[in-house]
């Protein structure tokens, strides 16, 4: 079955301007709908998207999509004293989470143009956001296959790949970000300033967030993404 009324997505830059408060999670940006909660031009795409393949049996369902700055950060801190308890130092702590987890006010999330995806036909058993349950016999593998084969057709990549070369968060099947708002939005973040901009009152393990983790963070995790995500 085809998608011919679909064509092939290819880059290209928005003229307006992003404001601050929405590159980093701290605006109230529309979303399409309660169940596809995204930014309404990603909205659309995904569920067109989302009835392709559900005509071939797969259905596309968001775990997570937009999140603002405060979730984001109850996300943060919950791990951090979850890893606290177990004993990591504050260090060691924060390299754990972002091997999936971002620091508020730096989540592709806050834009509205990311997406974590299951195969809602399937029953739901523990933690579903896991790399096992998308390859060998996992339960979301038919979603994968129709998603490599389709998903760019939609203007949605994979920004966590499993590409060797890639560095930052850890290889993420179930993560796709829609290109054609994602890069003009990715383009307009570079230019703040994280070491005045990121807020972290009330953020655990703020202390260790100097000047030097940032740099390295910004190279690592915020531009350690497929490249086609990068194309400026």
Request: proline share 6%; glycine share 6%; hydrophobic share 35%.
């Amino acid at each position: 079955m085809g998608f011919a009324s679909f064509p092939i997505w290819s880059p290209f830059k928005k003229k307006e301007p992003y404001s601050k408060e929405l590159l980093l999670g701290m605006s109230k940006l529309p979303l399409f709908s309660d169940t596809i909660p995204l930014n309404l031009e990603v909205g659309e795409a995904f569920m067109e998207m989302q009835n392709a393949a559900l005509k071939q049996g797969v259905f596309l369902e968001i775990v997570s999509g937009y999140r603002s700055y405060e979730r984001q950060k109850s996300i943060w801190n919950r791990k951090y004293k979850s890893n606290e308890l177990v004993g990591l130092s504050p260090q060691k702590n924060i390299k754990k989470i972002i091997e999936y987890s971002t620091l508020p006010g730096t989540s592709r999330h806050h834009w509205g143009t990311d997406v974590d995806i299951i195969d809602g036909s399937q029953i739901r058993e523990g933690d579903v956001l896991v790399e096992e349950k998308f390859h060998d016999q996992g339960p979301y593998v038919k979603l994968k296959k129709w998603m490599d084969q389709h998903a760019e057709k939609f203007g949605f990549y994979l920004p966590y790949t499993q590409n060797p070369k890639r560095k930052g968060f850890y290889y993420e099947p179930w993560h796709y970000s829609y290109a054609p708002l994602a890069i003009p939005m990715l383009n307009s973040y570079l230019k703040l300033d994280l070491n005045k901009e990121l807020l972290t009152s009330g953020l655990e393990g703020s202390n260790y967030l100097n000047a030097q983790f940032l740099a390295k963070y910004k190279t690592e995790n915020i531009l350690g993404i497929a490249k086609i995500l990068k194309e400026f």
